[in-house]
């Protein structure tokens, strides 16, 4: 019973161990993709991008005409003069709270809203940076 129990309990290390590697890992990952992106940008972050229930790590960076959001897996932007709505907020649309620590950057762009977490830190630099902007009735008309 005991070598049993000791190769469970040594599956289980292995595992928890893999855990903490990959999360370490994808940390780096995130860095590298942020340092790249450091030189020709205004801004640059570390932020989760909410797709569901689903949080995914990403590195956002603003240029003067592009929002970018990467990660290892992951290459998109927006043209800045393609988002409709900007808009910071303690929520997300689902209602769901996040945490007291971070803020919600939600952009919209031709009905699709993509939603990202911020620390709150980080989340003013970003509102300076990238102000809210409302949809322009004029504009659609």
């Not at 030189?39 to 689903?54: C, H, I, P, T």
Request: hydrophobic fraction near 40%.
């Amino acid at each position: 019973m005991l070598p049993g129990l000791a190769i469970v309990i040594g599956l289980i290390a292995v595992v928890a161990l893999t855990v903490v590697y990959l999360r370490m890992r994808q940390g780096d990952q995130l860095k590298a993709i942020m340092d790249k992106r450091r030189s020709g940008s205004k801004l640059v972050s570390r932020a989760d991008y909410v797709e569901g229930a689903e949080t995914i790590p990403v590195a956002l960076a603003l240029t003067a005409d592009t929002f970018y959001y990467e990660n290892r897996d992951l290459e998109a932007s927006f043209d800045l003069n393609r988002i409709d709505e900007i808009e910071y907020s303690d929520e997300l649309m689902t209602g769901k709270r996040h945490g007291e620590d971070c803020r919600v950057l939600r952009l919209r762009s031709h009905g699709t809203t993509f939603e990202y977490l911020i620390e709150k830190g980080e989340s003013k630099k970003w509102e300076t940076t990238l102000p809210p902007k409302t949809y322009d009735v004029a504009r659609a008309v």
